[in-house]
Each structure stands twice: as C-alpha cells, then as structure tokens.
C-alpha cells in the first residue's frame, strides 16, 4: 500500500466521527424540540398544572434582568464545585490506596461501606449541630457525596487491572513504582473518571438539601422559598438552570475522559 493510501484512512476515520458527532448534535437539538413541545401541549391541555414555557421563559428574563439568578448560580456554583473537588481530591488517593494495598483495605473499606450505607442527606442535623449554619456544613454534605462516590470507582478500578499486565511488567523488571505509573493508573483511569462524573451528579443532587442549611442565596434555596409561594416558574427556573448546570459539567468532564482515554476502543 503506498503511503498517500495509509494517510488517506486516519483521514476518512476522522470525518466519519465528526459527521457521528454531528449526527448526535442533530439528534439532541430534536429530542429537545420535543421535549418543549410535548411540556407545552400538557399544559395547554390541562392535564397537569404545571407553568407553560413561555411563562418560564419569562421568568428567566425578569430573573436574569434583577440579576437574582446570576448571584444563586455564583452561590450554588461555589458550594458544588468545593465540595466536589475535595471530594475527588481525597477519594483518588486513598481509592489508589486501599487497591494496591490489602492491609488498608481491609482497614478502610468496612468504614467507607458503612458511610455509603448512610445518605449524605442524613447527615444534615449532624453537620449542623456540629459545624454551625454557615458555608461549611453545606460544603460538607455535598463533599461527602462526591467523596464516596469517586472512592469507590477508584478502588474497584485499581483491582480490576488485569493481573497479567502487572505480572508481565515485573518479569521484565520493573518495580512497584514503576507498575503503579505504567501500569495502575493508566488501567484505572476510566474507572476514576467515571466515578468523579457520577461524585458530580452526587454532588448537584445533594446542593438543594445542602441549602437547607440557612441558605441566604442558591439554586436550591430559591426553590425553597418559591415553594412557599406557589412560585412554579421560579422553581422550574432553578431546576432547569440547575440541570443545565450539570449537563455542561458532565460534558466537559466527558472530553477529559476521551482525551485521557484515547486509547481505549468505543462503540
């Protein structure tokens, strides 16, 4: 085969995935249209008193305009984004811990089963009694959340490696060190990023509760106080904000983990 020949494939490869990528944009940009229109023909029906989308529309200008929304995402951007990233920052670790070594995983995993028994949701009356009413036992529960979520991913990534790659590596000579560069963490790695996407679902579905916590401002505060008021709009305001929220950070955390996983074959 000349060389022009084996260029030319890669090339062809690549197009066929931007036309898939493409393909699904088109696809989402439906079900969305779909989605809208089936929420407004139930309401315009009656079968369900829920707010139409233009009145939500509405209210998403009259809440950007007074720059309400701006300040509850900051808030609630804040709190998930702290709590989530400590969480992840100590789950890797120690999930790299207790799978390389048996003796601290015979140590922790009775106590991280335990806890993962426990909804973080449970702990609120602890943390506040504990921890007081400001920003800290809010950022607790949703760490708490994120943490037992990508700890768990990790480990099981760690000792689900194939014992042949390891062994393999030690007949040719390499050391502990060496294994658990070359071999642990390039293995585990789409266990770990799986677990931090499902921390992060955690961790926005834990920010509502979270703000219970005497919130001031937040996403899930403002559809605790609409709640009071029969405020429909403004809740489906925080919960569509919210939900977009997620679905942005879910995507960029999707590139990292195809960037760092090129490797891998995908359907």
């Not at 707010?51 to 529309?57: M, R, T, Y």
């Amino acid at each position: 085969m000349s060389a022009p020949a084996k260029i030319a494939k890669p090339l062809r490869q690549d197009g066929k995935g931007q036309g898939a990528d493409l393909s699904s944009l088109a696809l989402n940009l439906v079900g969305l249209v779909a989605g809208i229109a089936g929420w407004w023909a139930l309401t315009a029906s009656g079968a369900v008193g829920l707010p139409p989308p233009p009145d939500v529309a509405r209210k998403f200008v009259d809440l950007i305009a007074n720059g309400q929304l701006a300040t509850d995402i900051l808030s609630s951007l804040a709190r998930v984004l702290t709590g989530f990233l400590l969480g992840v920052l100590l789950a890797v670790p120690i999930g790299f811990v207790m799978g390389w070594y048996k003796v601290a995983r015979a140590l922790i995993e009775p106590y991280l089963q335990f806890f993962r028994m426990i909804p973080p949701l449970a702990i609120i009356p602890l943390a506040i009694v504990t921890m007081g009413i400001d920003e800290t036992p809010k950022i607790f529960v949703i760490f708490l959340a994120s943490f037992l979520a990508s700890v768990v991913a990790t480990y099981q990534g760690v000792i689900s490696v194939d014992k042949t790659m390891i062994n393999a590596a030690r007949v040719l000579g390499a050391k502990d060190l060496t294994i658990f560069l070359r071999v642990i963490i390039p293995a585990s790695t789409p266990f770990i990023l799986v677990g931090v996407r499902i921390g992060l679902g955690s961790a926005w579905a834990t920010l509502v509760a979270a703000e219970l916590i005497a919130a001031q401002t937040g996403l899930g505060y403002r559809m605790q106080q609409a709640q009071l008021y029969y405020d429909l709009a403004t809740i489906f305001v925080s919960l569509i904000t919210i939900g977009l929220l997620g679905l942005a950070m879910d995507r960029l955390l999707l590139a990292v983990e195809r960037r760092l996983t090129v490797w891998q074959e995908r359907v």
